[in-house]
């Protein structure tokens, strides 16, 4: 058996498949392991986590099953998938990779102003009040609010924020790569000919 045959190319797309699932499940499980300890308690961030690892999942299934099937119509439909989410997910891990210092700060000034619940969250676990001013009303969840000693948060986040976005870059580009290799794939393997099939039959 060649690497370029009809089996190689099933076992390659089915074991793509299979990573994506166990990515799709180990997202679903972190959000729901974040809400039941405690760290998160922004159902938006929770909903959206699931909801990406369960769109993962779909299409890690689909992909699967028309794998192990040779299933023309579902292969055809998970490579256009899969083509769509490589163009969004190479464009946001570069400009995950590209944002300089300021455009950093303005996103996560923007980001903390548009939500309340992961507000609270990051002030309590960094122990922080306000963004760029330590605030004075009875909203902030953070330890140091109670003994006057808060710093502002925006320099603690600002600190973290280049390495983590660096991260999820390079993350999100890594498995950018890995979606174009699965569209090949599936291309390729939509176009052969399985062996144990009738000879006569259309592909």
Not at 10 to 28: G, M, P, Q
Not at 153 to 174: D, K, Q, T
């Amino acid at each position: 058996m060649v690497c370029g045959g009809f089996s190689c190319s099933k076992n390659w797309l089915c074991a793509l498949n299979l990573l994506y699932t166990l990515v799709s499940l180990l997202l679903i499980g972190i959000a729901a392991w974040g809400i039941g300890f405690g760290l998160i308690s922004s159902f938006r961030v929770v909903g959206v986590a699931v909801a990406v690892g369960i769109f993962l999942f779909l299409i890690a299934l689909v992909g699967l099953i028309g794998a192990i099937k040779h299933h023309q119509v579902l292969l055809f439909f998970y490579m256009i998938i899969l083509l769509l989410v490589f163009v969004i997910q190479f464009s946001v891990s570069c400009a995950c990779l590209t944002l300089n210092k300021e455009q950093q700060s303005k996103l996560l000034e923007v980001a903390w102003n548009n939500t309340n619940s992961a507000r609270q969250d990051i002030q309590r676990t960094l122990n922080c009040c306000g963004f760029h001013n330590v605030s004075d009303d009875t909203s902030c969840s953070a330890e140091c609010f109670e003994t006057l000693t808060c710093k502002s948060c925006a320099p603690i986040i600002n600190e973290y924020s280049g390495m983590v976005l660096r991260f999820v870059g390079g993350i999100g580009l890594f498995f950018s790569f890995t979606e174009i290799l699965g569209v090949w794939l599936t291309y390729r393997y939509r176009n052969q000919k399985d062996p144990r099939a009738n000879p006569s039959a259309f592909l």
